[in-house]
């Protein structure tokens, strides 16, 4: 049976059973990087506060400097029995630089050093997740531009509703992901404090210049509260829920993805590098990369709800409950950053089937809406027209036709205020180039967004 750090005050070996059980190495081993910066900052602060010899300092650093070489070669196995990443580099370090090595851990618990080393993780994990979706945003306004006049159905309730732009359809989404940059951005903010120096629960007697470690290793402060340093996991659940909305997002695109390339609709065309075909049916391209984001969404929310029943009930401080914190969190990142990088190329080869899109737009009577402004702007009452242009659908219905197959007669016959340039006016071009009002489909309000975009994004 393997000796522990912690041995000192048993009689026994830990089980095998148990040493399986509540060892983390096979999973935290991802966090070996934070824990060996976060070490080589407390040493050095430790050796310039005299708590321990400058000497010693050095000695451990270098040493920690080694193992990094090391892991990052390949040529360090983990061991099972050392419980932990953090318990396996210190076992490392004294077999390398002898008894020294015992020193690294004067004045720090692992509770605050765990804390420590997932803080220092998901804050670079967010800076990527945070570039992808940049990479993202841009692609979704590049396609934006070449597409201003490509006019599509817009929908409620999936029944076509009035005319829009594929343009205007993109940035919607470009707004709710520039949403998630921020919410990103925010859940880095409040991460970014130093919990080292909290000890176990109790903070430390050794002199610490906390603020020194936490200025070394990029924090804009310290936690203030020692128990809340090691027992909070609030950025952790933040990310899973930023990271749960950002999937939602890609779920509700991924839908449209997969019904927009479908035979009923035909508005695109996925790449063939992006689409895969059936074991058994010839002809089948099926957008495959869409569902399973749209599958995969589910995880993310499963890893939210795990964190947030992890964390409920748990008294102050630190509880090894906690240590389940990593597998949720590890997958969510792993699994928005995995559906980002895939997801993008697919939008950016995408084909756009611009007359289907058109053609789309025709039916359905999406032009109901501008027969009736028609009218309102010849002083009708809104209602009243309504009403009017409610009794000529109908009226269409019956026939089998479309408003503009209408004649002149018919119109006037519904209302003497109709012009000769009704016709002109519900035009689905017409329709889409009306709708000037920021925020709104025209080729003009949309260029605009375009450019508030891109500027928001350059700022971000
Ligand atoms: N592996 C542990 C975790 O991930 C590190 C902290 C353990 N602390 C303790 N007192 N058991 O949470």
Redesign the pocket.
Known sequence: VSKKLWGGRFQKGTDKVVEDFHS?ISF?QRLYRQDIRGSMAHARMLGQQGIIAESDARAIIAGLEGILKDIEAGRIEFDVAA??I?MNIEKILTERVGDIGKKLHTARS??DQ?ALDIRLYLRDEIAETRALLAKLITTLLDTAEANVDTIMPGYTHLQKAQPITLAHHLLAYVQMFDRDLDRLADCARRLNRSPLGSGALAGTTFPLDRLAVATELGFDGITENSLDGVSDRDFAIEFCAAASLTMMHLSRFCEEIILWSSQEFAFIELDDAYSTGSSMMPQKKNPDVAELIRGKTGRVYGDLMALLTVMKSLPLA?N?D??ED?ESLFDAVDTVKGCLTVFTPMIATMRVRRETMKNGARGGFTNATDVADYLAKKGVSFREAHEIVGKMVLLCVQKGVALDDLTFEDFRACSDAFGEDIYEAISVERCVADRKVPGGPAPEAVKEAIAQARRRLNEQ
């Open positions: 983390s935290d419980e932990d953090h692992r509770n765990v630190y090894k906690m240590q990593k």
